[in-house]
Nanobody
Framework: QVQLVESGGGSVQAGGSLRLSCAVSGIIFKEGGLAWFRQAPGKERESVATIDCHGSTMYSRAAQGRFVISRDNAKESFGLQMNSLKSDDTGVYYC?????????????WGRGAQVTVSS
């Protein structure tokens, strides 16, 4: 059984920082691709950042330069460091994983962590 469990959400003022973590079990972690998505109120879920099994990363335009995705294969977990947060970053953040390193849909999902940024 695959499980992804997020932690680290919360409330912060604009300009502050938060770190999200996701503990993963049930897949061959070191071989898979990982990602963070978010869903703002009234909007569709969108990709924020991805990291493949080689450590290569990609970011949305909104996240570029402010967020950093990282993975720890030994601990089978990955994180999202969010800096210079803005009110537009408010939403539910989901961690996701897939079995393939680079290609394919993210088929495993966490339940989400609320991030609220107040201006």
């Amino acid at each position: 059984q695959v499980q992804l469990v997020e932690s680290g959400g919360g409330s912060v003022q604009a300009g502050g920082s938060l770190r999200l973590s996701c503990a993963v079990s049930g897949i061959i972690f070191k071989e898979g691709g990982l990602a963070w998505f978010r869903q703002a109120p009234g909007k569709e879920r969108e990709s924020v950042a991805t990291i493949d099994c080689h450590g290569s990363t990609m970011y949305s335009r909104a996240a570029q330069g402010r967020f950093v995705i990282s993975r720890d294969n030994a601990k089978e977990s990955f994180g999202l460091q969010m800096n210079s947060l803005k009110s537009d970053d408010t939403g539910v953040y989901y961690c996701a994983a897939r079995d393939n390193c680079i290609f394919g849909d993210f088929t495993y999902w966490g339940r989400g962590a609320q991030v609220t940024v107040s201006s």
